[in-house]
C-alpha cells in the first residue's frame, strides 16, 4: 500500500485544478466550495463496468451515490448523484472519527474512577463506593480488578455503603432504556447502547460446548447468583461454523438477587463457540462481578446497589486510564465497531453540551460546527448516533468526499490513514479485493445494513496517483445484490486512466 500511513508532507502534495472553461457547470454543483469537487466529469457519464455491474443487478443509477477524484495527478474523475443524501452505513464512522481526533485530541483518554464521599476510617468505608463512568473504552474485568486491588493496598476492606454506579456523564445517562431494538438481534455486541460506564463493553462471554446428547454452557467470569438453562436447545447436524443458523435469542428473568438465562434454538453438535452477548442488565452485571471481584480481594461490601451521581468533594482513591483516542480509532474503524463508535459521539457532546441539553444533539451541534468551520455545506447532513447503525442517518457523497480530502490534507491524516482497513489485508476488508489490482492499495470504510453497501477513503490508481473515493448504495436488495457495483467502481478507480 503506497498510501501512506505516517509522516506525511502536506505541503507538498500537488491539487489538480481542472480547467474553470472545462468545468463551469461543476461550480454552481460544489454549493460555493471546491472540495471534493477536483476533476469530476458530469453525471451522465457511468463507467461501462459499473453500468455492466448495475444492469447485473438490476439496478439504476438513482441508487448510488458516487463521488471519485484524484488527489494528485491529472486523471478525470467521476460524480454520480453527488449531492444526493443517502444513508452511508459504517462509512459515517469516517466522520466521527475526524471530528473526534480533531475536537477530543489523538491524546483524550476516557478514564473511569473510584470515590468515596469521606476517607476511609481503619479500612472502613462508612457509605457507599461510587464507581465513576468516563467514557473509558478499555475498562474491561481484568482492568476492573485492577481498580479494585488499588483499593485493598491503600487499606481498605469493608465497605458499608453499598455500591453506587455513576453514569452521568451522559444526558440521559441510560439511553439504552426504553430504545426499540435496531432489529432482530439485541444480544449482539454491534447493538449495544453505551453509557459513561463502559464495562467490558457492556459483555460476557458465554461458552457453549456440545456433545452428541446436549448443550451445556458456562460464563467467563463465572458469576454467583447466574442459572443458565440449555433444558431446551436441540441439536442439529450443521457444521460448527453455521451455528447461527439454529441461533434464537435467550430469554432472561430475575427473581430475587438470582437471574436465570434460558437458551432456545438449535445448536450444531460436537461443537464449542464463545459468544460476547449482551444478555443481562448491566447494572445487575456491573454489582455482580464489582462484589465477587472485591470478595475474591479479600474485602466486604454490603449495602444496596444504586445509579446515581458522584457527590461534590468526594475523594478519588483510584483511576483507570484508557488509551489514547487515536489508539482506540484503529480499532473502532478496522472492525467497524458500532458501540464504541456511538461512545466517542457521546464524548463529543459531553465536552460541549450545554446545562438540560441532551448530550446527542451537543454531538450533532458539534459536527455541524466542525463542517461550517471546514467550509463543508452540511445541507442534507443527518447525524443520530455517528456509527451509521442507524435508519435516520444521511450523508451525501459529495460532503463525505470532502471530508476525506479534509482529512488528507490536514494534520491527523497519519492517524485516519492508520485506522481505515486496507483492502485484501486487515480489518473489515481482510477478504475483500484479495488478488485483484486493489488489494493493497486501498483503504476504504466498509459500510453495510439491510438496504445498504458502501466504500469510502482513499485508492491508489496504476500510476500511484491517491483518489478520494465514495460510493454508497441504497436498495433493498443492496447487501445480496449491490456490493459488486461499489466493487466495481473501486476497481475501475485503481485501474488505468
Not at 446527542?360 to 456509527?387: C, H, Q, T, Y
Request: proline share 7%.
Amino acid at each position: 500500500m503506497q498510501i501512506p500511513s505516517s509522516g506525511l508532507n502536506h505541503h507538498e502534495v500537488p491539487v489538480y485544478a481542472a480547467p474553470i472553461a472545462r468545468y463551469r457547470w461543476l461550480l454552481a454543483l460544489c454549493l460555493g466550495t471546491l472540495t471534493a469537487c477536483a476533476s469530476a466529469p458530469p453525471q451522465a457519464f457511468v463507467p461501462p463496468p459499473v453500468r455492466a455491474a448495475l444492469d447485473k443487478a438490476g439496478m439504476g443509477t438513482e441508487t448510488l451515490g458516487v463521488v471519485a477524484y484524484p488527489l494528485t495527478g491529472k486523471a478525470t474523475g467521476l460524480a454520480i448523484n453527488p449531492q444526493q443524501a443517502q444513508q452511508p452505513g459504517s462509512t459515517m464512522k469516517i466522520v466521527t472519527t475526524l471530528v473526534a481526533l480533531e475536537r477530543l485530541g489523538t491524546n483524550a483518554r476516557g478514564r473511569t474512577d473510584l470515590l468515596v464521599a469521606a476517607p476511609p476510617q481503619a479500612g472502613t468505608v462508612h457509605g457507599p463506593l461510587y464507581l465513576r463512568g468516563g467514557a473509558d473504552s478499555d475498562l474491561d474485568w481484568d482492568s476492573l480488578w485492577g481498580l479494585l486491588r488499588q483499593l485493598r493496598e491503600q487499606g481498605v476492606q469493608d465497605i458499608r455503603g453499598g455500591l453506587v454506579v455513576d453514569r452521568q456523564l451522559f444526558n440521559p445517562p441510560r439511553l439504552d432504556v426504553g430504545a426499540a431494538p435496531f432489529d432482530a438481534s439485541p444480544e449482539f455486541q454491534y447493538n449495544l447502547i453505551p453509557d459513561a460506564l463502559y464495562l467490558n463493553s457492556g459483555l460476557l462471554s458465554y461458552v457453549l460446548t456440545s456433545d452428541d446428547k446436549g448443550v451445556s454452557v458456562r460464563t467467563s467470569p463465572a458469576l454467583k447468583n447466574l442459572d443458565l438453562d440449555t433444558s431446551a436447545m436441540l441439536l442439529n447436524d450443521n457444521s460448527c461454523a453455521q451455528w447461527e443458523d439454529g441461533w434464537a435469542l435467550p430469554q432472561t428473568s430475575t427473581e430475587g438477587e438470582r437471574t436465570r438465562i434460558r437458551f432456545l434454538g438449535q445448536f450444531p453438535k460436537n461443537c464449542s463457540q464463545t459468544l460476547e452477548l449482551h444478555l443481562l442488565d448491566r447494572q445487575w452485571l456491573t454489582a455482580a462481578v464489582v462484589r465477587q471481584l472485591w470478595e475474591q480481594l479479600g474485602g466486604r461490601i454490603s449495602g444496596p446497589d444504586l445509579e446515581a451521581a458522584t457527590p461534590a468533594g468526594a475523594v478519588l482513591l483510584a483511576t483507570h486510564l484508557g488509551r489514547p483516542f487515536a489508539e482506540v480509532a484503529r480499532g473502532m474503524m478496522k472492525r467497524s465497531d458500532n458501540p464504541l463508535t456511538r461512545l466517542t459521539y457521546l464524548r463529543l457532546g459531553a465536552q460541549k453540551v450545554a446545562p438540560g441539553e441532551p448530550t446527542l444533539a451537543a454531538s450533532a451541534r458539534v459536527v455541524n460546527e466542525w463542517f461550517s468551520a471546514k467550509g463543508i455545506p452540511s445541507a442534507g447532513l443527518v447525524m443520530d448516533n455517528g456509527s451509521g447503525l442507524s435508519r435516520s442517518e444521511r450523508i451525501s457523497a459529495q460532503q463525505l468526499a470532502a471530508v476525506l480530502e479534509n482529512a488528507y490534507r490536514g494534520p491527523f491524516a497519519p492517524e485516519l490513514l492508520g485506522s481505515l482497513p486496507v483492502a485484501g489485508v486487515d480489518g473489515t476488508l481482510g477478504r475483500r479485493f484479495k488478488d485483484t489490482p486493489v488489494q493493497g492499495r486501498a483503504r476504504l470504510k466498509t459500510g453495510t445494513l439491510r438496504n445498504v453497501v458502501a466504500l469510502a477513503g482513499y485508492v491508489q490508481d496504476q500510476e500511484n496517483n491517491t483518489w478520494v473515493v465514495v460510493t454508497m448504495l441504497n436498495h433493498d436488495e443492496a447487501p445480496a445484490k449491490g456490493r459488486p457495483v461499489i466493487d466495481s467502481i473501486i476497481q475501475w478507480v485503481a485501474g488505468p486512466h
